[in-house]
């Protein structure tokens, strides 16, 4: 479920296929397709910080899903580099 929602994401690091000419990083996961937010309010440990403070918890979420979408993004952009 994290990954598929994009709270999570897989990917590989091997440092000696540079030397090879070829990216180091390989990213495993696909766009996420499910709903971050449904994911988060999922979780216990979020749950509790929603009662705890309700007023700011979602904006919390709302940022942590942007942050999410964003990292994906740039790891998406370090697997498509080329290396020489």
Known sequence: KAVNCG???LYRFNPHVKKQGENP???DSK???ESFLDF???EIRYAS???TFPEISEKL???AEENNRERYENYKR???QKYK
Do not use: Q
Request: aromatic letters at 20%.
């Open 7 to 9: 709270y999570w994401h």
């Open 25 to 27: 990083f390989v990213l």
């Open 31 to 33: 766009e996420p397709n």
């Open 40 to 42: 988060i309010n999922g």
């Open 49 to 51: 910080l929603k009662t």
């Open 61 to 63: 979420f709302l940022l």
């Open 78 to 80: 370090m697997a498509s």
